[in-house]
């Protein structure tokens, strides 16, 4: 009999604020940028979509929620195929907060959320917190 060991591996996370993935070709283009730097899981912020969905592209699977009536804002993670199969829940709770969680033996979510700029107004960003603490606690 043989047996046969899964080696376990460091994973690697990355955000990126993308600017927008409305451009055909735009999805394949960041993929494969995502791969030259060997990254596993990246979450990204102002995907400007208008509605949510789960596109392949490249080795990653990317998920992503809406962003605003205005074509704004908007999250998702990039997956890599090997490890996509270790997702169990894709939440996006809005333009600005969405989570990913994974099977893992030491972290089991990764959070995605757009925080307003200092250029914002205080009761922007006292709205964004207290969603955050609404969907975290």
């Not at 990254?39 to 699977?61: F, I, M």
């Not at 997956?79 to 990913?100: C, P, Q």
């Not at 979510?109 to 205080?122: F, G, N, Q, R």
Request: contains cysteine; charged residues 30%.
């Amino acid at each position: 009999m043989v047996r046969t060991e899964q080696r376990k591996r460091d994973m690697r996370f990355g955000t990126w604020n993308v600017r927008g993935l409305y451009r055909a070709g735009s999805f394949t283009a960041a993929a494969r940028e995502l791969a030259r730097y060997k990254l596993d899981l990246v979450d990204v912020q102002e995907v400007k979509r208008d509605k949510g969905c789960t596109v392949r592209a490249w080795d990653y699977t990317f998920f992503y929620g809406k962003g605003n009536e205005n074509h704004q804002l908007g999250t998702g993670f990039f997956v890599h195929h090997s490890i996509v199969s270790a997702v169990t829940r894709v939440e996006f709770f809005s333009d600005r907060v969405s989570y990913i969680v994974l099977r893992g033996c030491w972290c089991n979510i990764v959070l995605s959320e757009h925080t307003p700029s200092e250029k914002k107004s205080d009761d922007s960003k006292d709205s964004f917190y207290e969603e955050l603490e609404q969907v975290f606690f």
